[in-house]
C-alpha cells in the first residue's frame, strides 16, 4: 500500500513529456495545468482499476486480466484506445517472450558450468532444470502480490 | 522502501520502448482501491498504456477545445471546460472544478444567505 499520498501521483517529468508529445511544438502549458492533468491521470487509473474489477468479479475472478482492462475502457467510452492498447499489448508479449528464451537460455549456460565443476550426473541436471523452471512460474506469478 | 526494486529488471525494461510511465507506480495506485486483490502483468501493462494515451487524448481535447489555440497555450480552465463538456471526461470534475472568482462566491453566499433568511 502506498505510504504516502505523493506515492499515488504519476511522475511529473513523464507526465510533461507525453503532454508536450501530444500538442503541437511550441505549446506552453501552464504548471496549474499539468499538475491537474497528472491527477486526472490517476484518477483515470482508479476508474479503469474499479470498472475492471467489476468485470472480474463478474467472471468470478480475483486476478484482473487484460481482457478485463479493454472492457473497461470500453465501459468508460474510450472505445479509441482499444486499437492502440491491443497493438501495444502484442509488441510487450513479444518482447517478455524473448527475454524469457535469452534468460532461459543464460541459466542453463550456467548450470551446464556449475555442473562441470561440481561433475554432476545427467539425471540430477534434469531434475534440476525442471525444479527451477517451476520456481520461475511461481515467482512470475506471485509478482504482483510482492510489493504489499 | 524497496518497492521499485523488484521490477528492475524485468518487464518495466522490456516495455520502455512501448511504454514510459513507470508501471510500479500505476500498480501503487491500483492496489489502492480496497477491492482489488490482484492484477496480471498484461492487465498492468495494458492500464499503464491507457494512461498514456488518456494524458495525451485529454490534453488534445483540451487544447483543441481550449481558448489557448491563438496564443499557443494550455491552462487549467481548458481542462475544466473539457471536464464540464466532454461527456467521456465528466467524471474529472470532482477534480477539475471550474474556478470561480472571490467576489462571485461570496455574492452566491450572500444570495442563500438572504434566501435562507427569508424563509
Known amino acids: ?148 | 522502501m524497496s518497492q521499485n526494486r523488484p521490477e528492475k529488471d524485468d518487464p518495466a525494461l522490456d516495455a520502455k520502448k512501448t511504454i514510459s510511465l513507470p508501471i510500479s507506480r500505476v500498480r501503487l495506485i491500483m492496489k489502492s482501491s480496497p477491492d482489488v486483490s490482484s492484477i496480471n502483468q498484461d492487465a498492468l501493462f495494458l492500464t499503464t498504456k491507457a494512461t498514456e494515451l488518456f494524458v495525451q487524448h485529454l490534453a488534445r481535447s483540451s487544447f483543441n477545445n481550449g481558448c489557448g489555440k491563438e496564443s499557443n497555450s494550455l491552462s487549467y480552465s481548458d481542462l475544466a471546460k473539457t471536464a464540464e463538456e466532454t461527456e467521456t471526461f465528466h467524471f474529472l470534475t470532482d477534480i477539475l472544478p471550474k474556478k470561480i472568482l472571490a467576489r462571485d462566491y461570496l455574492k452566491s453566499l450572500e444570495q442563500m444567505q438572504e434566501e435562507d433568511a427569508d424563509l
Open chain 1, 1 to 148: 500500500m502506498a505510504e504516502k499520498p505523493e506515492d499515488l501521483n504519476l511522475p511529473n517529468a513523464v507526465i510533461t513529456r507525453i503532454i508536450k508529445e501530444a500538442l503541437p511544438d511550441g505549446v506552453n502549458v501552464s504548471k496549474e495545468a499539468r499538475r491537474a492533468i497528472s491527477q486526472a491521470a490517476s484518477v483515470f487509473v482508479l476508474y479503469a482499476t474499479s470498472c475492471a474489477n467489476n468485470f472480474a468479479l463478474k467472471a468470478k475472478r480475483k486476478t484482473l486480466n487484460a481482457a478485463d482492462v479493454l472492457a473497461a475502457m470500453e465501459e468508460m467510452e474510450f472505445e479509441r484506445f482499444l486499437e492502440p492498447l491491443r497493438a501495444a499489448l502484442e509488441v510487450y508479449k513479444k518482447g517478455q517472450k524473448g527475454k524469457k528464451e535469452v534468460s532461459e537460455q543464460k541459466r542453463k549456460e550456467k548450470e551446464k558450468k556449475a555442473d562441470c565443476e561440481h561433475e554432476k550426473s545427467k539425471e540430477d541436471e534434469e531434475g534440476e532444470d525442471e525444479e527451477e523452471q517451476r520456481m520461475e512460474e511461481e515467482t512470475e506469478e506471485g509478482e504482483e502480490e510482492v510489493e504489499n
